[in-house]
């Protein structure tokens, strides 16, 4: 059974993909060409696969958490950064390009005089 801090990364990480894929919904397949070739349906089969990739990959992780690594990028405070460090940027960044779609569609939107 995962760690609880392990299930929180877990649970956030679906989250930000739920709302990518609730942002792209109701977007027709052209809509959704500016972030990816395939339409819509493409994307959902896609982020079920990276899903299952990152539930993997959280599972390797347990117990590891307090590992050190290279930063995820160069001017981190301290030399090195914690497993953990890493995983909180990548909730983060994730979280980052959820907004992008959000603005993108919503800009889309607008351009077309729909909501």
Do not use: C
Not at 48 to 66: C, N, P, S, Y
Not at 78 to 85: E, L, N, Y
Not at 97 to 114: C, E, I, P
């Amino acid at each position: 059974m995962a760690s609880a801090e392990i299930e929180s990364f877990r649970i956030r990480f679906a989250y930000e993909f739920d709302r990518l894929l609730e942002t792209l919904a109701d977007l027709d397949d052209e809509a959704v060409k500016f972030a990816a070739t395939g339409g819509s349906g493409h994307l959902a089969v896609r982020a079920t696969d990276v899903r299952r990739r990152i539930d993997e990959a959280l599972t390797e992780l347990e117990g590891r958490l307090d590992e050190e690594r290279d930063p995820p990028f160069g001017k981190w405070a301290g030399s090195r950064a914690t497993v953990r460090d890493r995983l909180i940027h990548s909730v983060s960044h994730t979280a980052e390009h959820v907004g992008h779609a959000q603005l993108t569609r919503d800009l889309y939107n607008a351009r077309r005089g729909s909501t």
